[in-house]
Antibody
Framework: QVQLVESGGGLVKPGGSLRLSCAASKFTFSDYYMGWIRQAPGKGLEWVSY????????YYADSVKGRFTISRDNGKNSLYLQMNSLRAEDTAMYFC?????????????????WGPGTLVTVSS | QSALTQPASVSGSPGQSITVSCTGT?????????VSWYQQHPGKAPKLIIYEVSYRPSGVSNRFSGSKSGNTASLTISGLQAEDEAHYYCSSYISSSTRVVFGGGTKLTVL
């Protein structure tokens, strides 16, 4: 069974940085687009970022563009999210998820497996 | 404000059917057949229950079905069961740098 496990969350001050990791197992990690999705406490889901299987194609939500960097290491079956210049509104549970490919367009938001999430709290 | 509009809540009795709507625009829901639906129980990660408007992943009950008309997608749950009580989110592909947009979520209460 596909497994995704996030880590690296915690309490950080506004303006600070944090690096999230997502360890993948039980599937061929290098074959899939991967993404980060977040959920503020008591709120809905917000797509954050996508990275292609090779790492060469990347997309970001406007709300994090220029502050967050997604990356991956296919040799370590790991996905990362470097978060800089953090703001209170970045406080959320961060989930990594696998994207189910479609024949025509890649990364269309079919997220078939999710990790349990890691909580990021930005507060002074 | 979420990009896709869902009712905040719906409710139904066991055995009944309910429908959750998800309204977007011609740039997302109306423009592509890449609407997905997710079920989320409290404290848990979302679970994919419908993709590409109407397809169910393996293992998802056939009580869940999806459809789309114009800019509005719909999730129907038939034969409501207590364990269906959860939040439901729609999402759609959008041809922009944003890539994916979610609805605000709908809380389903099984009476």
């Amino acid at each position: 069974q596909v497994q995704l496990v996030e880590s690296g969350g915690g309490l950080v001050k506004p303006g600070g940085s944090l690096r999230l990791s997502c360890a993948a197992s039980k599937f061929t990690f290098s074959d899939y687009y991967m993404g980060w999705i977040r959920q503020a406490p008591g709120k809905g889901l917000e797509w954050v970022s996508y990275i292609s299987s090779s790492g060469r194609t990347i997309y970001y939500a406007d709300s994090v563009k220029g502050r967050f960097t997604i990356s991956r290491d296919n040799g370590k079956n790991s996905l990362y999210l470097q978060m800089n210049s953090l703001r209170a509104e970045d406080t959320a549970m961060y989930f990594c998820a696998r994207d189910l490919p479609t024949p025509i367009i890649a990364a269309v938001g079919i997220l078939d497996y999710w990790g349990p999430g890691t909580l990021v709290t930005v507060s002074s | 404000q979420s990009a896709l509009t869902q009712p905040a809540s719906v409710s139904g009795s066991p055995g009944q059917s309910i429908t959750v709507s998800c309204t977007g625009t011609s740039s997302d829901v109306g423009g592509y057949n890449y609407v997905s639906w997710y079920q989320q129980h409290p404290g848990k990660a979302p679970k994919l229950i419908i993709y590409e408007v109407s397809y169910r992943p393996s293992g998802v009950s056939n009580r869940f079905s999806g459809s789309k008309s114009g800019n509005t997608a719909s999730l129907t749950i038939s034969g409501l069961q207590a364990e269906d009580e959860a939040h439901y989110y729609c999402s759609s592909y959008i041809s922009s740098s944003t890539r994916v947009v979610f609805g605000g979520g709908t809380k389903l209460t099984v009476l």
